[in-house]
């Protein structure tokens, strides 16, 4: 039996700013975000006890990731059987973009909801940061 594809939680929250580098620095010291260049990664346990992570992560405005929605911000949603998960998405009508595309940190694949907004999904290898 074929498993389903589902969402975990949130994986990421992704945004356009004016100055990404200047918007790192007030959140790390105002805040105290632990900042790199990709933004800030927040480590927990999920359910099941095993380290998980959330990214945050400022954008330029004029980056082209979020497109083709017009929006300003991006989710990240945790998943797991990402490629049964697009084509169940598939099946039922939904838009899903690009292809599925897998790094050392996870595979990810991307797919618009019913208001424009690109929503990137992703299976993360947590393991992959430890």
């Known amino acids: 039996m074929k498993k389903k594809g589902k969402v975990l939680g949130i994986g990421g929250v992704f945004?356009?700013?004016?100055?990404p580098s200047e918007?790192?620095?007030w959140y790390k010291n105002?805040?105290?975000f632990n900042t790199d260049d990709w933004g800030?990664?927040?480590?927990?346990?999920?359910?099941?006890?095993?380290?998980?992570?959330?990214q945050w992560s400022p954008f330029a405005k004029d980056t082209k990731h979020f497109?083709?929605?017009?929006?300003?911000?991006?989710?990240?949603?945790?998943?797991?059987?990402?490629?049964?998960?697009?084509?169940?998405?598939?099946e039922k009508g939904i838009t899903v973009l690009?292809?599925?595309?897998?790094?050392?940190?996870?595979?990810?694949?991307?797919?618009?909801d019913l208001d424009g907004n690109k929503i990137e999904l992703w299976e993360p290898k947590d393991e992959a940061f430890l």
Do not use: H, Q
Request: proline share 2%; glycine share 4%; charged share 40%.
């Open 23 to 25: 918007t790192k620095d």
């Open 67 to 90: 497109e083709p929605s017009k929006k300003d911000f991006m989710f990240n949603y945790r998943v797991e059987n990402l490629a049964e998960l697009l084509e169940e998405l598939k």
């Open 30 to 32: 105002n805040l105290g």
């Open 98 to 112: 690009d292809k599925l595309e897998e790094y050392d940190y996870g595979k990810f694949g991307w797919i618009i």
């Open 15 to 19: 945004f356009k700013t004016n100055d």
């Open 40 to 54: 800030c990664t927040f480590w927990w346990k999920d359910n099941e006890d095993k380290k998980a992570s959330t």
